[in-house]
């Protein structure tokens, strides 16, 4: 809504599984997972040039946290995304 103003990433899941279904198809672990892979690609630019960064900090202590393993086995939180 706002220039640096963070999306929690559970609510952008909600919205891309709204359709009957859909959150059986595409789970939030299949979600995490590809933010996963989506951060270690090192890109950090939109198709629109607008750059994000995936947040976690005191948003990971609560509900809403997308959780997947990474590759050296410890786990990798997912929060917030901001655009800027």
Do not use: C, H
Request: proline fraction near 2%; avoid cysteine; charged fraction near 25%.
């Amino acid at each position: 809504k706002q220039r640096d103003g963070v999306a929690r990433l559970g609510d952008v899941w909600a919205v891309l599984t709204l359709l009957p279904g859909q959150a059986r198809e595409y789970t939030k672990q299949e979600f995490a997972r590809d933010l996963y892979l989506l951060d270690q690609s090192g890109k950090s630019q939109a198709k629109d040039g607008r750059r994000y960064q995936f947040l976690a900090s005191t948003g990971t202590k609560g509900a809403g946290v997308l959780t997947t393993v990474a590759r050296n086995g410890q786990p990798q939180r997912y929060w917030g995304i901001s655009f800027s």
